[in-house]
């Protein structure tokens, strides 16, 4: 996708919306994990630097059109202070004369960030008076939230049909790993997907089958692949009505698709359950599979070596409980370890790669869930498509 971008634009004197994700989880009143923000800083200080007046626009949580306290983004605004050399200003509401006149009164060099945009439901339903409305505020608008690109709502699709609409840093970085470096991939190009569910993965799957030379499967779907295999899953998690899907998967796949070799079992759903290593075959009635074996991360590891590009996306095994967090943490360091390009496609994955503490071997953590997996999906997402094309 070759959007406009920050750089293509003149933004000195002018007034710039711009829409981030500050969607942080907020704990007593106050911002609990910065990520997020972090995220946006290069942005924001490139414009500051440039000579324009900022006016953000972000939602949080999801209040479904109300107004709530606890979804307010006035924390945020105040925690933004302590990161920026700039006056950070509030507004209670994106909407009326409160941000008509905020936005009014801004200065060049100043940041004004207005309250959650999912307090109006016109938000999500991608309201054009809405849009019209927030646009009415700045004379440019800069998209920089990629985790909301997946969806059309009016602060990033509706805005972007009323002015000129280019992509910030961290939303081009984005395009540059999970659109071009992914299309263009340098091979070996091995896959890795975890999580919960085939079912939502299938997609992913079917789309990475067709563009890598290898796609590891691991976390609660490969039991799926092993229940679709004739192996008694006794207690483990099993989705029945995907069992179909993962035949039809193993036999387009062949030995493209790399199921597990061990696994580790548990005696119940907890993080000091008697647990212990089986090979692949059934689960003995009272015991369920929480992980991945160390044999099946040496497996990974030795396919990873070669590799010149790893896509990561989803957990190996229920990695909030330590015992069964190895699997994910081995596969981590494995592709932290490979001399390749590695992307991190967003959701679990990106919290296991922070607590194994490897974020800074990798060259690419995505700041988006859904989107991301709609982009490896090979879906064009409406946030992006609605950006000026050079």
């Not at 939230?145 to 992509?167: I, Q, Y």
């Not at 590891?216 to 092993?226: E, H, P, R, S, V």
């Amino acid at each position: 996708m070759n959007k406009k971008t920050l750089k293509d634009i003149d933004v000195k004197g002018k007034k710039v919306l711009v829409r981030v994700d500050f969607n942080v989880p907020i704990q007593d009143g106050k911002v609990a994990d910065d990520t997020r923000i972090r995220a946006a800083l290069p942005t924001l200080k490139y414009l500051l630097d440039e000579g324009a007046a900022l006016i953000l626009t972000s939602h949080l949580g999801r209040p479904k059109g109300e107004a709530k306290p606890e979804f307010s983004l006035a924390p945020v605004a105040e925690y933004l202070g302590s990161l920026v050399d700039a006056p950070v200003k509030f507004a209670p509401d994106c909407l009326g004369d409160v941000a008509k006149n905020a936005a009014a009164e801004l200065k060049t060099g100043e940041i004004l960030l207005l309250e959650n945009t999912r307090f109006h439901a016109g938000e999500t339903k991608n309201d054009p008076a809405m849009a019209a409305e927030l646009a009415s505020l700045a004379d440019v608008f800069v998209n920089d939230a990629f985790g909301t690109a997946h969806r059309a709502h009016a602060s990033n699709v509706g805005v972007s049909e009323k002015l000129t609409a280019v992509a910030g840093f961290l939303l081009e970085k984005e395009l540059k790993y999970l659109g071009e470096r992914i299309a263009n991939a340098e091979r070996p190009f091995v896959a890795i997907i975890g999580g919960a569910k085939v079912s939502d993965k299938i997609g992913v799957i079917n789309n990475l089958l067709e563009k890598t030379d290898k796609v590891l499967i691991g976390g609660g779907m490969a039991n799926t692949f092993f229940k679709a295999q004739g192996y008694e899953m006794a207690d483990s998690l099993v989705e029945a009505e995907a069992i179909d899907t993962a035949k039809d998967l193993l036999a387009k796949a062949g030995d493209k698709l790399q199921l597990p070799v061990d696994m580790v079992v548990a005696d119940a759903f907890a993080g000091d359950a008697n647990f212990k290593t089986i090979p692949v075959g059934n689960v003995d009635a009272g015991w369920r599979v929480l992980d991945v074996g160390e044999a099946t991360v040496n497996a990974y590891a030795e396919i990873l070596k070669s590799a010149k590009t790893v896509v990561w996306n989803g957990p190996m095994g229920v990695f909030e409980f330590p015992e069964f967090a190895k699997g994910t943490f081995g596969v981590a360091k494995a592709v932290a370890a490979a001399d390749a390009v590695s992307i991190i496609g967003g959701g679990d994955s990106v919290s296991a790669i922070n607590k194994s503490g490897l974020q800074d071997q990798v060259s690419h953590i995505s700041t988006g869930g859904g989107a991301s997996l709609e982009m490896l999906e090979g879906k064009v997402l409406p946030g992006l498509a609605a950006l000026a094309d050079k």
